[in-house]
């Protein structure tokens, strides 16, 4: 019997669930492999069971986690989907903020005193945060990246169906960066998050000619002291290496250590 | 031996010409500072360096040529072979082993010394086909350094900078923007008879010109001579430079993925998603400086502090390996580890660290 699998979106963009339809070429193949049963971007259907659950998206009210808890529930496997359900993405950054300085920074300082903030409906602002997908049920597998990488997705995809492990080595971007021979950002004087960085996106960024921005989040056990001593040595200010930390927020939701 | 003498570019037009019927990998610029061994195409822009080069002046630099040459002997993610059920239900293995032949040049002495150490070490116990079949139909260039290439180099001091064992042809500059061509093997031979340049009859002399314009001395040096380099750092187990030199480490690998003779690898199998019942086994570098590297079944990990990886990757080029082989020393002193760690942990520091600690001893 084929595996079940469901996707399901929660504060995100979305943009994940288009990287996976971006698999287009290989979609039929995928479909003789399991049987989509919830899928919003591409299906009405809903089902009372599944393998797999592919969460995209932080939780931010508390009746997303309510919905999480029932999806945990009822799947056998449950994957965080790109960056949002990992760690929380930008929009976790107004954790560091009190809700009245959040209301300000969205709305303005006159405004902000006219929105409705009925905590049944919208409790974002008046007690609640951001979460990552990990911090209110377990979760087996991330599939990390802003957005996914689909040969990720593919990988876990396939072993779970042939019944083995999937595999993400624990290890920086630096590593993918050097099996495609680029030049290291910090070789022309830019500065880069790599070494810190949850790898398995293939290093794109840099590829690219840009740097790592850290979207996959931080790996586990990272020497954060000695990155930030060799940012500030580069020339970045306090503030501004704050900020790249920040960016993706991983560094203050916290890596998930589980990941078998 | 065969010599022949003849102009830079004609040798560059010649490598032009050459990548035209197959695969030729020559130092190109890569972004701003670096230098990769990518295909020369027709109107690819080569370079060698002047003989009369004043230090800093060179075109090439090894330590900034991000992946060894020989890395083309055994590229990343290779497919080592494909597996397909047959009638009987029986999976059947076919190994993938790359023929085609091709050509590496401008390859200097450092990364010569470690392709021999590389030929040494596939060639061990288990022979590796794939690593040794490609090697049989590659054609080594190499071109001797009469200057340091830059001030993360110590080839001379690890032995590799007189090297020429395995090269098919080996160029030594020359006055007059020249090139002396030498065939070392038959292929050589047989490579530069096509060629056409002018045969040399003063080999010894040419060399003896370059030999007199090699910079003294050449390159960093230990404290102390190779010998007693390898004995202290195979007597050193216990001992605070270890963990000095982790201090600022990411455990990210680029030390070991930029070493010319760093050759461990891990093994993965996929089936095609288009056909489950077949598939491949392919290898991909892998890294002692990486914190999954020693995990074994059941989640063991063999070492999991990084001053001990840190302890294993220097040992394995500066003790281990030495003592198996009997080639000397393992690093070849090409400056690549050091210069492209981004908080510049150097093996050179390392060895120089631990001379002093044993020195200090009473
Ligand atoms: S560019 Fe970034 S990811 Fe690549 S090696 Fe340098 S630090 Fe690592
Ligand atoms: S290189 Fe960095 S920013 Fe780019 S996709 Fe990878 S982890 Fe994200
Ligand atoms: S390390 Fe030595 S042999 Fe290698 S390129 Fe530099 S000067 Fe030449
Ligand atoms: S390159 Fe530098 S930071 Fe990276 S593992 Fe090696 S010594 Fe550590
Ligand atoms: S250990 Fe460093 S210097 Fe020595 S051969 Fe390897 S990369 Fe070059």
């Known amino acids: 019997m084929k595996l079940k699998i469901a996707f399901f979106d929660m504060a995100s963009c979305e943009g994940c669930q288009l990287a996976i339809l971006d698999c287009e070429d290989i979609f039929l193949h995928i479909l003789d492999l399991v049987e989509i049963v919830e899928f919003r971007e591409a299906l009405s259907e809903t089902a009372p069971r599944f393998d797999i659950a592919f969460v995209e998206g932080s939780i931010n009210r508390e009746m997303d986690a309510d919905r999480l808890r029932d999806i945990r529930a009822r799947c056998s496997w449950l994957v965080s989907l790109g960056a949002c359900a990992s760690h929380g993405n930008v929009q976790a950054r107004s954790n560091a903020l009190s809700p009245a300085e959040n209301l300000q920074r969205v709305y303005g300082a006159e405004a902000c005193h006219t929105v409705h903030t009925d905590p049944e409906y919208w409790p974002l602002w008046a007690h609640t945060r951001v979460r990552a997908v990990h911090q209110v049920v377990k979760v087996d597998y991330h599939l990390r990246g802003c957005p996914v990488d689909r040969h990720e997705f593919l990988h876990l995809v396939k072993r779970l169906v042939a019944g083995s492990l999937p595999r993400f080595a624990r290890q920086p971007v630096c590593v993918e960066c050097k099996y495609n021979g680029n030049e290291c950002a910090f070789a022309h004087g830019e500065t880069c998050m790599g070494q810190i960085t949850w790898g398995g996106c293939d290093a794109i960024c840099i590829n690219g000619g840009y740097r790592c921005d850290g979207c996959r989040g931080l790996l586990p056990g990272a020497n954060l002291e000695a990155h930030r001593a060799l940012l500030r040595e580069r020339g970045l200010g306090e503030a501004e290496i704050d900020s790249r930390y920040r960016l993706f927020c991983s560094a203050d939701v916290g890596p998930q250590e589980a990941q078998p | ?362």
Not at chain 2, 181 to 202: M, N, Q, V
Not at chain 2, 245 to 264: A, K
Not at chain 2, 343 to 355: H, K, P, S, T, W
Request: hydrophobic share 35%.
């Open chain 2, 1 to 362: 031996m065969r010599g022949f003498l003849t102009t830079r570019t004609a040798v560059l037009d010649w490598l032009r010409t050459l990548g035209q019927q197959e695969d030729v990998f020559f130092p190109l610029p890569l972004g701003e500072n670096s230098f990769s061994f990518d295909k020369v195409r027709q109107h690819s822009r080569l370079a060698f360096e002047d003989f009369d080069a004043a230090p800093g002046e060179k075109p090439f630099r090894a330590s900034s040529c991000v992946q060894p040459p020989g890395k083309k002997l055994s590229p990343n993610n290779e497919q080592i072979f494909r597996f397909s059920k047959n009638a009987h239900g029986e999976y059947q293995l076919t190994p993938t082993l790359d023929e085609r032949p091709r050509i590496i040049a401008g390859l200097r002495p450092c990364d010569l010394k470690a392709i021999h150490l590389m030929d040494r070490v596939h060639s061990d116990d288990i022979a590796d086909a794939h690593y040794l079949t490609r090697r049989r139909n590659t054609t080594l260039i190499a071109h001797d350094c009469l200057q340091p290439c830059d001030e993360h180099c110590f080839c001379d001091a690890t032995g590799s900078l007189r090297w020429r064992q395995g090269a098919d042809i080996f160029l030594t500059p020359q006055p007059e923007a020249k090139l002396l061509l030498e065939a070392l093997t038959e292929r050589g031979e047989r490579r530069l008879d096509d060629a056409g340049f002018a045969p040399c009859s003063d080999i010894e002399e040419r060399r003896a010109l370059a030999e007199e314009k090699r910079a003294q001395p050449f390159g960093r040096h230990f404290d102390a001579p190779l010998q007693r380099v390898i004995d202290t750092v195979s007597d050193s187990w216990e001992s605070p430079v270890w963990d000095k030199h982790v201090e600022r480490c990411f455990s990210c690998g680029t030390c070991n993925l930029v070493c010319p003779t760093c050759y461990c690898f891990d093994v993965q199998d996929d089936y095609n998603i288009d056909d489950p019942d077949s598939g491949q086994r392919s290898r991909r570098w892998d890294g002692c400086m990486l914190e999954e590297f020693a995990v074994v079944a059941g989640g063991h990990n063999f070492r999991p502090q990084l001053a001990a990886r840190q302890r294993h990757r220097i040992k394995r080029k500066l003790a281990w390996l030495p003592a198996r082989f009997g080639d000397g020393s393992f690093c070849v002193g090409c400056g690549r580890c050091g210069h492209q760690c981004t908080v510049d942990i150097d093996i050179f520091d390392i060895a120089n660290d631990l001379l002093a600690a044993t020195e200090a001893r009473p």
